[in-house]
């Protein structure tokens, strides 16, 4: 007791003293402290030289430690703490997070809370780590619970890749207690497949995540020196365009599509969510934009869990595949992502592509492979040189030297040495002192069990090991595609591809934003707006919209719709201006200049500079519009002008001009003279009908969507009235408009322009009628509701569908009836026109293979080429009409 009362007073008196020196040091530096003159150039920093060495030390700092992944492992510095972590206590079992946690703190120095959200990062990635517990949602955006309440433990993906300490360069830990890796010696693209995202001082990185299957299979085809292509997959799923994708590589963009699909007209279903948003952001910019009348809804339903499920709820007037368009255009169902593929390599951040990064990673994978088999190699030769001491020393009684009497230990181990003299050659490596002492330490009953047969089977065993490290040394290559395809064939299940890659069309936001506004005009005073109330009404219009202005001079000019904004009395016309619209067709006559000189003429206005004026006429003083109209489809109308009555003799004061008979001409043509006389009024005679015929319509599979663009096949050209046909796989068809806002599904089977007169031949699995095939022929009558073609069960399938005039099935039977021949079936003779509903006629009872059509005997009359068209002249009271016949479109099948 005496002692422990000395030991803490001289532990005090230790203390007191060290206190005393630190108060005279700290008096003395304060006593001989001076401030510095501003005049003392020792004490003068410039800041360029501070920029120089300090930021740019604190940057390189910030960008290599901790925001930018890795190239060899493609981790950044806390990922890779936390998992050497997690491996230096791995035993199979979940361990608490907030243990974890504390053990990655001896080798991190920046604080548990980063350590614990990178934990969450690579454990929601479900890649590298198992998780128990809440560890939070992607999809929602709901955080992980707290450390102390979830648990994880390595995955076996992570333990047979990344993990193996005998290859792995070490480094000191930042405070030099224990050792931690530089990098984990990962035999697989992980950054690729994980993505990356880090800001640092200066660059940042941004690698999109990339599928498991995909990077290997690209692996496998670069060590066989074939083409390989990488395309981004996200845990989301969603739809992606990486058309611009540049292999991963600054300038690259890649759009990202949420997943919508129509359950019926008036509601919409989102399934999948773009790569980067939550669904509660998702739904925030939804209610945005429907405030700001981007889009008209009616409400929302969430129920989202372990896959998204957002219901939108449509008012009654709005169009359902508009709104589509419209969610793309003004909320996150699209997002843009620009890759930043930046990595540490050599000490260093540099740019460089994904494929680069997988022929990298591959090229260390060969090495790592190559490593671990020479260590491997190593270890079973040195297993090989013990085994066979071991046999040596027992079957030759070498051991019996150690029942013999020396003078001392050292005469004894060198006797047995020589022992092994007449045997060395039998060895591969030399046998050294070593080597006998640690067989003379051998316990007695190890020399009476020693069995010499099973030795030779291990020597045995061992040499054959031997030789095949050897031959995977030798074709270490093959040996590697064969790695790869193990962790394919052992993990790749559980990885399918998420994202759907296809081309997404440009949406013009004026195509698709919802007409929130009333357009009025005030002629009197020249004012237009959607401000102004109490003015004369125009039309509907959207807040992004153009409106295009025609006065009675001849002047015209685009402006912006705003509240209120003054654009000049005389308006003759106003409208919501399409750009690029060459269907829009103006008709106008006008004076030119104060003679009695007029015009007439057609033009287009497709694209203008907005806010800068215009003129339709020549431009001359005193040029007035008389007549105008505008036609959205290109109509021609019949004129009735009246002369002014004078001295002079006219043969004609009252007749009648045809606009059709006027081609459409540029914006700044003149026209065609009308008269020289002046006219007394000019008034409408009659209607016309468009002049610029039918419009084409293409289908672009890539994308599913329509198009005036050409792209695509052509489905034909249509007139007011003509509708789409749709047919999908499942066997429901319906009609539609050709409207370029239209959305087609996925499963998509026929699309062409609609003919009621075609008959359709159906070869189908009738599920009501115990899954035997079934014939039926018929004509589709134009709906708009989907009606299925194969009945009222779902489970029915359609074999063979055809519009041939007079086909013919081949049927080919299968299972224990496939000693039968081929059935031949004249489809015309075995069956007529039905009903799409009636249930057709039954082929057979024996099991079949496959049914194909095959070619027909008959053919029906060929109709009159292009150019020799019957002309069908059907006269009216008040006109004669010109009918054209019109050919079918051709059916597309995919």
Known sequence: MTDEVMQESERENEKNEFLLEDKEQKESSTSNYKIPSINDESQKHHLSGMYQHWFLDYASAVNLDRAIPHINDGLKPVQRRVLHAMRCKENGNFHKVANIVGDTMHFHPHGDASIYDALVHLGQKNLLIDCQGSWGNILTGDGAAAARYIEARLSKFAIDVVFNPKITPWKYSYDGTSQEPIYLPVKFPLLLAQGSEGIGLGLNSKILPHNFNELIDASIAYLKNKPFELLPDFPTGGYADVRNYNDGGRGGKVRIRAKIEKIDNKTLVIKEIPFGTTTENLIESITKADEKGKINIKHIDDNTSSSVEILIHLDNKTSSDKTIDALYAFTQCEMNYSPVCCVVDNNKPCFITVSEVLRRNTDQTVELLTQELKIQLSELEDHWHWTSLEKVFFEKRIYKVLEEDFESWDEQVSDIEHKFDPYRSLFRKEITRDDVLKLCEKPVRKISKFDIKKANEEIANIEASIVDIKDKLEHIIDYAIDWYKKIKTKFGKNHPRLTEIKNFETIETTKVVEANEKLFVNREEGFIGTGLKKDEFVCNCSDIDDIIIFFKNGKYKIVKVSEKIFVGKNILHLAVFKKNDKRTIYNAIYREGKTSIYYMKRFAVSGVSRDKEYDLTTGIDGSKVV???????????????????????????????????????????????????????????????STLGGINVWFDPDISRLNHDGRGFLLGEFFAGDS?????????????????????????????????????SLALIDADQQNLPYIKRFQLEPT????????????????LLSDTAFPRFEVEFGGNQSFRENMIIDVEDFIGIKSVKAKGKRITTFEIKSINEIEPIKVPEELPQKGEQEILETENTDTNETTFGDESGQMTLF
Request: hydrophobic fraction near 35%.
């Open 627 to 689: 007549y105008f109209s505008a036609n959205p489809n290109g109509e021609a109308e019949i004129v009735k002008v009246t002369l002014k009555p004078t001295t002079r003799r006219i043969k004609n004061l009252v007749f009648e001009k045809d606009f059709s008979e006027l081609a459409i001409k540029g914006r700044q043509s003149r026209g065609n003279l009308l008269t020289k006389f002046d006219i007394q009024k000019i008034v409408l005679k009659e209607k016309g009908n």
């Open 724 to 760: 789409i046909l749709v047919i999908n796989r499942n066997g429901e068809y319906f009609t539609t408009n050709y409207d370029l806002n239209n959305h087609f599904n996925e499963n998509l089977l026929i699309i062409e322009k609609f003919d009621a007169q075609k008959v359709w």
């Open 784 to 799: 708009p509701k989907p009606i299925s073609i194969l009945g009222t069960n779902s489970q029915s399938k359609i074999l």
